[in-house]
């Protein structure tokens, strides 16, 4: 059974090799997504005045077309939530409406005015009513 090494190795690889371009396929070095992000902020670095300023510009742009685009996607799933709780309340109102025309005790005019909806609206789910049963 082997034990864990109380201190770490200097000898081991963490990395360097790959940083300091040692390996000696230097193509790998290039594909490793840890290291892309190094040398873009390399390259970034020797850009002159008008570039960077160029580039700022359009980190700016981006940046701001992607908070754009989450607000409205943010906003949206809120209105569908809302939309949702509407259709739903409606349902139930319906749904109480049509039983109390069912007990036939009350007067389209009395249910209207107990749900705050209009005669028509009542005489709507009446008819829609009477047509599926």
Do not use: C, H
Request: a negative charge; aromatic letters at 12%; glycine letters at 4%.
């Amino acid at each position: 059974m082997t034990t864990p090494d109380k201190y770490a190795n200097p000898f081991a690889d963490f990395g360097f090799d790959k940083l300091f371009v040692t390996d000696p396929n230097t193509g790998k070095l290039t594909e490793d997504k840890t290291y892309q992000r190094l040398f873009e902020t390399a390259d970034i670095e020797n850009f002159s005045p008008t570039e960077k300023a160029q580039y700022d510009e359009s980190l700016k742009i981006y940046r701001d077309l992607k908070n754009v685009i989450a607000y409205a996607m943010e906003q949206g799933y809120a209105s569908g939530i809302k939309k949702a709780k509407i259709a739903a309340q409606k349902k139930i109102t319906d749904e109480r409406i049509k039983k109390y025309l069912l007990l036939g005790k009350l007067t389209i005019q009395e249910i209207a005015e107990d749900f705050e909806v209009t005669t028509d609206y009542v005489l709507k789910i009446n008819e829609e009513w009477k047509m599926n049963n």
